[in-house]
């Protein structure tokens, strides 16, 4: 190994505690899609003080493409819990209802621009209360009611933070341009186009993320490529009825929750097609307001995937002609709102390779994979890879793979914070690869 990388490694395991310590911050305040407030604020803090410059506010997002960004009241709200959480209000200020933050180093010389993505959102997730769980044993449970770090996004969060750090303290050793974009509304796919179509990754080269997954082999291991994300279509649907009476009337309404489940249950009938298995999901559904009232009204959430976009899109198609007939059949009106989406993503060979050599260089890790296989998973990072894709760069999407407490998505999720510093590691490896003078 280079002395100078050797160097490298040595300092993060320098700053291991600062890694724990910060995503331990993170998890314990955890904000979801559009709201991270606090984690932005901690952000811009953390990289202003070690003199690197920021970029933040409106000027990241394309409002045009801003999925599913909750209302003004929600936002305010957000901001007044974010500084009460110890957020700097003259940031929040700043921020003018759009968090996320981009952070540039330029070496001053020559060479490729490289960008990293960390993705900084919450699930809408209750953490569990039992006692075994790590959190809670150490003290740093979520403090949000109903959101929490179940994806790893405080991991990420931290190892960027760190990473962001070493590359200004040790610039000299790079050439080119360095950006690290901590992105907004991972979750539900809502944040990544909206960015893109903000022009933030023009002029970019190479761009890398990486996201904490369960290991297969129960192993600290490195996987340089998670092609195959699936496509998706996120959406809710308001069906509208008439109300009356259920005994004296029931003829003289428009039962909104029977045309609902009716549409349920016949968007459930088109998952068989030959290019592919593609996925549905009911995630919520409310609707009614008594047991002896036709019910007028009634609200789901649903979202399909899909290996291809076009397996998706036949999906998503059938759903909305599910609602539609059903709401025919019941004399109904519905309202569909789009909330989020993205597309299928492959990694680039020549970069995944880069990624994958650069990886075997830290000694962190147990093994070294090329490819991580992808089950159904989706994230708006793909709209990510194909913009620079696009324009003549190279991208790939790493896994970070350990041991975990519970999967992905779960209210135990958790993983082992050793996976940190062998992170940071991979990525500084991977710079080296690429920007090294």
């Not at 320098?14 to 606090?38: I, S």
């Not at 999901?281 to 007028?296: A, C, E, F, L, Q």
């Not at 894709?389 to 790493?398: F, S």
């Amino acid at each position: 190994m280079n002395g100078d990388l050797e160097a490298l490694f040595r300092a993060v395991d320098v700053m291991e505690e600062d890694l724990v310590q910060l995503r331990r911050g993170f998890h314990q305040y955890p904000e979801t899609a559009w709201l991270e407030f606090r984690t932005t604020s901690q952000i811009i803090t953390y990289l202003e003080e070690a003199g690197i410059p920021v970029h933040f506010g409106p000027d990241l997002v394309n409002r045009d493409f801003a999925w599913g960004r909750p209302d003004y009241a929600s936002r305010q709200a957000a901001m007044d819990r974010a500084i009460d959480q110890g957020a700097d209000p003259q940031i929040i200020r700043q921020m003018a209802g759009f968090p996320g933050a981009i952070a540039q180093i330029d070496t001053g010389r020559p060479g490729p621009h490289l960008a990293f993505r960390f993705d900084i959102d919450a699930n809408d997730l209750h953490e569990t209360l039992k006692a075994d769980h790590f959190p809670n044993q150490a003290g740093f449970r979520s403090k949000n009611p109903d959101a929490m770090h179940g994806c790893g996004h405080d991991g990420h969060t931290a190892i960027g933070l760190v990473l962001a750090k070493l590359v200004h303290r040790y610039q000299e050793d790079f050439c080119g341009k360095i950006s690290f974009i901590f992105q907004i509304a991972e979750e539900g796919v809502r944040g990544a186009r909206a960015m893109v179509e903000a022009g933030v990754l023009e002029g970019v080269d190479y761009l890398l993320a990486c996201h904490i997954l369960k290991s297969p082999e129960n192993e600290l291991a490195f996987y340089s490529d998670w092609s195959g994300l699936y496509a998706t279509s996120k959406f809710n649907v308001t069906i509208h009825g008439r109300s009356a009476h259920a005994g004296l009337a029931p003829e003289s309404g428009h039962n909104a929750i029977l045309a609902a489940t009716s549409a349920i249950a016949n968007m459930n009938m088109f998952f068989q097609d030959s290019h592919g298995n593609g996925r549905l999901n009911i995630g919520t559904i409310n609707g009614g307001t008594g047991r002896n009232v036709i019910p007028d009204f009634c609200y789901f959430e649903a979202e399909t995937r899909g290996p291809s976009r076009e397996v998706n899109q036949h999906l998503y198609d059938k759903a909305v002609t599910s609602i539609r007939a059903a709401c025919e059949i019941y004399d109904c009106q519905y309202e569909l709102e789009i909330v989020g989406g993205s597309i299928n993503a492959q990694a680039s060979p020549e970069f995944a390779e880069k990624v994958y050599q650069a990886s075997q260089a830290v000694p962190d890790f147990d093994h070294s994979y090329r490819h991580y296989a992808n089950r159904g998973a989706t994230d708006d990072f793909a709209y990510m890879m194909q913009a620079v894709q696009d324009q003549g760069g190279q991208a790939t999407y790493a896994v970070l793979a350990c041991p975990l407490a519970a999967g992905n998505h779960n209210d135990a999720f958790d993983f082992d914070e050793a996976c940190l510093k062998a992170g940071a590691k991979a990525f500084l490896s991977t710079l080296y690869q690429t920007n090294h003078r």
